[in-house]
């Protein structure tokens, strides 16, 4: 379904369009930092939370499709990172499958879960929505912890092994910031795809008004549901890439706290916007860090800090810098423009 005026113009490639450019200019301005700021860090550390930077992003594109688009809350997903995580590494430590097989088995098996849990839950709205994601990761986190036998329990599950390609092996902060930053990037154009295909003007419409999306003919039941299992699959790739990092997993990185942090970094970024995933992945991620150095003020000071972004920045920091750079080309122009004595061009 192409609802008037968000389509390309006529005889116009979808790729040339200039929403197209500006986030080919904007992937690419991003890539290019990836790329150079190694040069500037100096410590593994620096690379270990950057590596978590960039694990979080994947997750918040996949929420962001969810809940800034299709406009469904979900307090769950630190559930389908869990299970990603869990089953790669069951799979490759404990039955020697391929840790790249294995993700990918993984993903498939968590897409499947997804779709059960979705099916039901996503009838559910508002209050009972959030209730029933939340119920839903509680559940695995029990059983991550009592099936103790398979998931190692509450002391976790060791000796992943990490992943390699063509013999070089991603096993150092380094080197997998290079790989989980690519992952990253290359997610960010197929979630950028789907958001301006009629598929994505669909998920829009539903978010707006969903009565009005069904008056219009889409099918929404079934979007909803594949936008969920879409998003799974992009935390069951993440919490993958976690477990083959780090080389261990424990249910603690995985229960609902960790989901609230997800819908936080949406939330922070600005919903609705790749780049607004981007943001907040950057910051709850590395704002922390950086604010370790207070001691016993750190958590009184994040918790003001995200209270003044949610006051002063309700839509999220994207929207928000957005605003304020056409504001300041808009000032600009109207600096530069000639008197109204004066001849126009």
């Known amino acids: 379904m192409t609802l008037p005026g968000t ?6 490639h979808p790729l040339l369009t200039p929403p197209a450019r500006r986030f080919a200019r904007g992937w690419l301005a991003l890539a290019v930092a990836v790329a150079l700021l190694p040069l500037a860090l100096r410590s593994g550390y620096q690379f270990t939370v950057l590596n978590v930077v960039a694990v979080n992003l994947i997750v918040v594109t996949g929420l962001n499709l969810l809940m800034g688009y299709a406009g469904q809350i979900s307090y769950g997903h630190a559930a389908f990172f869990g299970m990603g995580a869990y089953g790669s590494a ?48 509680l559940i695995v986190d029990v059983i991550l912890v009592q099936w103790s036998e398979v998931t190692g329990g509450s002391s976790g599950f060791v000796g992943v092994p990490p992943l390699a390609v063509a ?53 929404t039941a079934s979007y909803k549901v594949q936008v969920f299992v879409l998003s799974a699959v992009f935390a069951s790739l993440a919490g993958s890439l976690h477990a083959h990092y780090l080389g261990i997993v424990a249910p603690k990185t995985f229960d609902i706290f960790k989901s609230v942090e997800f819908v936080t970094m949406c939330l922070i970024g600005g919903m609705g916007s ?53 504001k300041g080309v808009g000032r600009g122009k109207r600096h530069s423009a000639p008197e109204s004595g004066e001849a126009r061009p």
């Open 90 to 137: 069951i799979l490759s430590a404990a039955h020697g499958v391929d840790p790249w097989l294995a993700m990918g088995v993984s993903a498939c098996g968590v897409a499947v879960a997804a779709a059960v849990v979705g099916v039901p839950t996503l009838r559910l709205k508002g209050n009972y929505l959030v209730m029933a994601t939340l119920g839903f990761n």
């Open 7 to 12: 389509g390309p113009a006529p005889g116009r």
């Open 167 to 219: 013999g070089i092996s991603f096993d150092t902060d380094r080197s997998f910031y290079w790989l989980a930053w690519g992952v990253a990037l290359l997610l960010l154009i197929p979630a950028r795809n789907l958001v301006h295909s009629p598929v994505g003007r669909a998920l829009r419409a539903i978010h707006d008004s969903e009565p009005g999306a069904e008056a219009c003919g889409v099918p």
């Open 274 to 326: 790749l780049w607004g995933g981007l943001a907040g992945a950057l910051l709850l991620t590395v704002l922390p860090q950086m604010l370790g150095v207070f001691e016993e003020h750190h958590d009184l000071i994040f918790g003001g800090l995200l209270l003044f972004m949610l006051i002063f920045m309700p839509r999220g920091v994207s929207p928000w810098l957005r605003d304020v750079l056409h």
